[in-house]
């Protein structure tokens, strides 16, 4: 099962609340970068980036034990069972899918949005455990750096598109063709749900994390 926890983008947003400095923040996404690109980081040199990295792990333990989301979690499993959907693509859409919609709310503050694009600048060395680490990682700041902000996580059509990149490759987790349509549906249910609850999301992580030492 997926682990839930914050996508790369809202880890960005995060980070912003105690500094701006690119290491900084391209480390608080790194580990999701790592998981995108199937490598693993090595221990970093740069202590901002390990800095940002360790930041990364406390944000996503904040985040997965904050009341507001579990119970999101918990709608979200419970509308998409009423709607057939089998448990194993279940769980993983409730739980990512309420994080890629709390990142389309995230994604229309203009800071939130600097901050990420600041990481994604950073131009200086990352440590990777893999060979190719580097070669793989470049390429994916090349296509990151080139894309829009995703202002399509606001719906649920926009988040079913990254789902099935994100679960395709996992036979028990990917929906079927028949399943997608519940699953846009409850997501385009969800969505105005998380606008609602985000201040307050935000508000239990920011209050279960302790300000980085400087």
């Keep these: 099962m997926l682990s839930a926890g914050v996508n790369f ?5 995060v980070a912003s609340w105690h500094a701006a400095d690119a ?3 391209l480390g608080a996404m790194l580990p999701d970068f790592a998981t995108m690109i199937a490598a693993r980081l090595g ?18 333990a904040a985040f997965h034990h904050a ?29 990512v899918g309420v994080e890629l919609l709390l990142d389309g709310v995230l994604v229309q503050d203009a800071g939130y949005r600097a901050a990420f694009t600041a990481g994604l600048g950073h131009d200086g060395p990352v440590a990777w455990a893999d060979a190719d680490g580097d ?17 399509d996580l606001d719906r649920g059509a926009g988040v079913a598109r990254r789902l099935d990149r994100i679960l395709g490759h996992r036979p028990l987790l990917a929906p079927t063709l028949a399943e997608r349509p519940a699953i846009v549906g409850v997501l385009d249910e969800l969505a105005a749900r998380v606008a609602v609850a985000a201040t ?10 302790a300000p980085p030492a400087r």
Excluded: K
């Design 9 to 13: 983008f809202g880890h960005a947003a």
């Design 43 to 60: 221990p970093q040199a740069d202590p901002r980036l390990a800095e940002g990295v360790a930041h990364h792990h406390a944000t996503d």
């Design 23 to 25: 290491p900084w923040l």
């Design 200 to 209: 307050t999301v935000l508000t239990q992580v920011r209050a279960a994390m």
């Design 67 to 95: 009341p507001a989301v579990v119970g999101l979690f918990r709608e979200a499993e419970a509308r998409l069972t009423a709607r057939g959907v089998r448990r194993g693509p279940m769980r993983a859409v409730a739980h």
């Design 135 to 151: 070669a793989r990682f470049a390429q994916l700041l090349d296509r990151l750096r080139a894309a829009p902000p995703p202002t």
